[in-house]
């Protein structure tokens, strides 16, 4: 059964349209058709509003997480580690990379912090267990760093869509900033991806791999030319994200008994 799990955080971002995440939240989950809803009260912090998702996240079926701030994710991404482990990537479509610590934000704002804290480094009462390995990321659409954030990224050597092994199950987040020319986000920045070409990489991963959860994130309304751009673009990632487990059921098959001759359209 598909779930969409409604989160309408704020509190981990400093943006001032933050407060217009909670009716973006609200829309993307209306924007999901034929879905069981769950929504998320938040709560005094955001370890209360972690442990509320906890308990609230379903043991089976295919979620898809809306938010809300990227801060969001932190629950789904560590139960999806806890059931695959080792075989999860986490592939992250985000203009930024929300890889500061506390002690290198420029904000404080825990949205900033989120993908850093899944790997184990981050607020020490939101720290999950187990944690990410750097090798388990993978970043899109990233354009804006703060210094500390890319010292870290090349350190730890965390690459692109190129670096998941083919044996990977996939959670994938989306930022909507990661969208060139959206205005409905706290901090939109140029340069990035059309809403097709963000459709087509979804697609594209979703005829490789297994995608086991989604996250979309930031939206906080103001245009109504994104909202019409939304109401077209997160039914459809959401139909190919769910719809990646019966294709790799079929790409398995068709590599155990080869046909003759194989014609592939549309994945």
């Given at each position: 059964?598909?779930?969409?799990?409604?989160?309408p955080?704020w509190?981990?971002?400093?943006?001032?349209?933050?407060?217009?995440?909670?009716?973006?939240?609200?829309r993307?989950?209306?924007?999901?058709?034929?879905?069981?809803?769950?929504?998320?009260?938040?709560?005094?912090?955001?370890?209360?509003?972690?442990?509320?998702?906890?308990?609230?996240?379903?043991?089976?079926?295919?979620?898809?997480?809306?938010?809300?701030?990227?801060?969001?994710e932190?629950?789904?991404?560590?139960?999806?580690l806890?059931?695959?482990?080792?075989r999860?990537?986490?592939?992250?479509?985000?203009?930024h990379?929300?890889?500061n610590?506390?002690?290198?934000?420029?904000?404080g704002?825990?949205?900033?912090?989120?993908?850093?804290?899944?790997?184990g480094e981050?607020p020490?009462?939101?720290?999950?267990?187990?944690a990410?390995?750097?090798?388990?990321?993978?970043?899109?659409?990233?354009?804006?760093?703060?210094?500390?954030?890319?010292?870290?990224?090349?350190?730890?050597g965390i690459?692109?869509?190129?670096g998941?092994?083919?044996?990977?199950?996939?959670?994938i987040?989306v930022?909507?900033?990661?969208?060139?020319?959206?205005?409905s986000?706290?901090?939109?920045e140029?340069?990035?991806?059309?809403?097709?070409?963000?459709?087509?990489?979804?697609?594209?991963?979703?005829?490789?791999?297994?995608?086991?959860?989604?996250?979309?994130?930031e939206?906080?309304?103001?245009?109504?030319?994104d909202?019409?751009?939304?109401?077209?673009?997160?039914?459809?990632?959401v139909?190919?994200?769910?719809?990646?487990?019966p294709?790799?059921i079929?790409?398995?098959?068709?590599?155990?008994?080869?046909a003759?001759?194989l014609?592939?359209?549309?994945g």
């Amino acid at each position: 059964m598909l779930t969409v799990v409604e989160i309408p955080q704020w509190q981990g971002s400093l943006s001032p349209t933050a407060p217009k995440l909670v009716e973006g939240a609200s829309r993307l989950a209306a924007m999901v058709p034929q879905a069981r809803h769950v929504r998320v009260d938040t709560g005094d912090t955001l370890a209360e509003t972690a442990a509320r998702v906890r308990r609230a996240l379903p043991q089976d079926g295919f979620i898809v997480t809306v938010g809300g701030d990227c801060g969001v994710e932190l629950e789904p991404v560590a139960a999806a580690l806890r059931r695959y482990g080792d075989r999860l990537n986490v592939v992250w479509f985000d203009a930024h990379g929300d890889m500061n610590t506390p002690a290198t934000s420029p904000s404080g704002a825990f949205h900033g912090m989120i993908l850093r804290t899944l790997q184990g480094e981050g607020p020490h009462d939101l720290v999950p267990s187990p944690a990410l390995r750097p090798n388990q990321v993978a970043l899109a659409g990233t354009r804006s760093l703060d210094p500390a954030e890319a010292d870290y990224i090349r350190e730890a050597g965390i690459g692109g869509l190129s670096g998941i092994g083919d044996n990977a199950v996939l959670y994938i987040h989306v930022d909507l900033d990661v969208l060139d020319g959206i205005t409905s986000v706290g901090y939109p920045e140029p340069g990035g991806l059309s809403a097709q070409a963000l459709a087509e990489a979804v697609a594209a991963l979703a005829a490789r791999h297994e995608i086991v959860g989604l996250g979309i994130t930031e939206y906080a309304p103001s245009d109504p030319r994104d909202e019409e751009m939304l109401r077209r673009l997160v039914p459809e990632l959401v139909r190919l994200c769910g719809a990646s487990g019966p294709w790799q059921i079929e790409r398995h098959a068709a590599d155990a008994w080869p046909a003759w001759r194989l014609e592939e359209r549309d994945g």
